[in-house]
C-alpha cells in the first residue's frame, strides 16, 4: 500500500492543498496494518493538527477492508480514512469564533 509515499496526492484532495504552513503525515504499519495520519495546518494565525487511524488491509482486485468494512476501490476507502475531517473542523472552528464567510 503506498498512501504514506502519496501524501500531496491525499492533501489536495481530503485537506488543504499542498502549500504553506501544511503538512500532512501518514505512517502505515504492514504488520499491524495501521495506518496513522496527522494534518497540520495554519489558519486565522493559529497552528491546527487533526489526526486519525484505521486499520486498512488492501485485499483482492483492488478493494480495502477498512476497520472491518468492505470498500470496493481505493478512492472509497481514501474518503472513509480522509474524507470530510477538515470541512467539518472548519465549519465547527469558524461558528465558534463566529466567523461568516459569503461565497
Known amino acids: 500500500m503506498d498512501w504514506p509515499a502519496r501524501t ?3 492533501q ?9 504552513y501544511t503538512y500532512l503525515w501518514i505512517d502505515y504499519k504492514p504488520t499491524s496494518r495501521l495506518l ?3 494534518f497540520t495546518f495554519m489558519d486565522l494565525g493559529m ?3 487533526l489526526s486519525g487511524k484505521a486499520t ?7 478493494a480495502f477492508l477498512v476497520d472491518g ?6 478512492a472509497s476507502a481514501l474518503a472513509y480514512v ?7 473542523f472548519l465549519r465547527e472552528f ?10
Open 8 to 10: 500531496h496526492e491525499i
Open 12 to 20: 489536495a484532495l481530503h485537506f488543504r492543498g499542498p502549500g504553506p
Open 36 to 38: 496513522s495520519w496527522c
Open 47 to 49: 497552528c491546527h493538527s
Open 56 to 62: 486498512v488491509e488492501p485485499c483482492k482486485a483492488g
Open 69 to 74: 468494512m468492505p470498500f470496493p476501490n481505493e
Open 82 to 88: 480522509f474524507g470530510g475531517h477538515y470541512a467539518h
Open 94 to 103: 469558524y461558528r465558534e469564533l463566529g466567523v461568516h464567510f459569503v461565497i
